[in-house]
C-alpha cells in the first residue's frame, strides 16, 4: 500500500556528468508521470507513459533528457551531459490510467554544479 | 494563450480566519480542475478535483472548491484555517482530450499567523 517513491532524495553532480533518477509507481498504476519544478519554470510536465502506448515526450526540454519504463512498472529518467540550468526537484506521479487522479513521489531534488 | 493563473503569490491569513485562493483558467473548453498542496520538502497531495456535476467540490482537511464556467474559475477556500495548512498551493488542469498531462498554476504560498 505504499506510494510512489523516488530516488535518490537528493543528488549532487558535476556540470557534464549524466544522472539517473528513479520512480517507482503505485502497484496496478497504468500511467506515470515525470515533472519538473524549478524556481524559474515553476511546475513543468516532462513526459507520460501510458500503459504499452508510445510515451508523451513532449514536454522533455531537450534531447538531453530521456526516460524509460520497464514492465510496465518501474520507470528512469535520465539526464545527459547535465547543465547547471537542469537543477531542479524532479517529481514522479502515478494514476491508475487516463484522467484518473495523479499520486505524487516526494521528489528527487537536483544540484548541477 | 491556454494557461493556468493563480494571482496571488503570497497570502498571509490568521489562524481561524476564512481562506480563498483564486484560480482562473484560460482554455477554450472546460478542463479536468485540481488544486494540490505542497509542504516544504514534500511531494505534491491532491486537495479535491472536478471533473462535471455538482459545481462545488469537497476535499480532504476542510477545504472546497467551487467551479464557476462564466468566471473560468475554480476557487479554493476553507472556512477556519489552522496553522498546520500553511503550505503552497497549486492550481491545476488537464485539458479534456489532451493527454493526462497536469499544467499548474504558478502556485500561491499560504502563511498563517497565529
Known amino acids: 500500500g505504499a506510494g510512489v517513491s523516488q530516488s535518490p532524495s537528493n543528488k549532487v553532480t558535476e556540470k557534464g556528468k549524466d544522472v539517473e533518477l528513479r520512480c517507482d509507481p503505485i502497484s496496478g498504476h497504468t500511467a506515470l508521470y515525470w515533472y519538473r519544478q524549478s524556481l524559474g519554470q515553476g511546475l513543468e510536465f516532462l513526459i507520460y507513459f501510458q500503459g504499452n502506448s508510445a510515451p508523451d515526450k513532449s514536454g522533455l526540454p531537450s534531447d538531453r533528457f530521456s526516460a524509460e519504463r520497464t514492465g510496465g512498472s518501474v520507470s528512469t529518467l535520465t539526464i545527459q551531459r547535465t547543465q547547471q540550468e537542469d537543477s531542479a526537484v524532479y517529481l514522479c506521479?502515478?494514476?491508475?490510467?487516463?484522467?484518473?487522479?495523479?499520486?505524487f513521489g516526494p521528489g528527487t531534488r537536483l544540484l548541477v554544479l | 494563450a491556454q494557461s493556468v493563473t493563480q494571482p496571488d503569490i503570497h497570502i498571509t491569513v490568521s489562524e481561524g480566519a476564512s481562506l480563498e485562493l483564486r484560480c482562473n483558467y484560460s482554455?477554450?473548453?472546460?478542463?479536468?480542475l485540481f488544486w494540490y498542496v505542497q509542504s516544504p520538502g514534500q511531494g505534491l497531495q491532491l486537495l479535491l478535483k472536478?471533473?462535471?456535476?455538482?459545481?462545488l467540490v469537497q476535499g480532504i482537511k476542510g477545504f472546497e472548491a467551487e467551479f464557476k464556467r462564466s468566471q473560468s474559475s475554480f476557487n479554493l477556500r476553507k472556512p477556519s484555517v489552522h496553522w498546520s495548512d500553511a503550505a503552497e498551493y497549486f492550481c491545476?488542469?488537464?485539458?479534456?482530450?489532451?493527454?493526462?498531462?497536469?499544467?499548474f498554476g504558478t502556485g500561491t504560498q499560504l502563511k498563517v499567523e497565529l
Open positions: 506521479a502515478s494514476s491508475f490510467g487516463g484522467k484518473e487522479t495523479q499520486y
Open positions: 482554455y477554450g473548453a472546460t478542463p479536468y
Open positions: 491545476a488542469v488537464v485539458l479534456t482530450g489532451g493527454g493526462n498531462k497536469l499544467t
Open positions: 472536478y471533473f462535471s456535476g455538482d459545481t
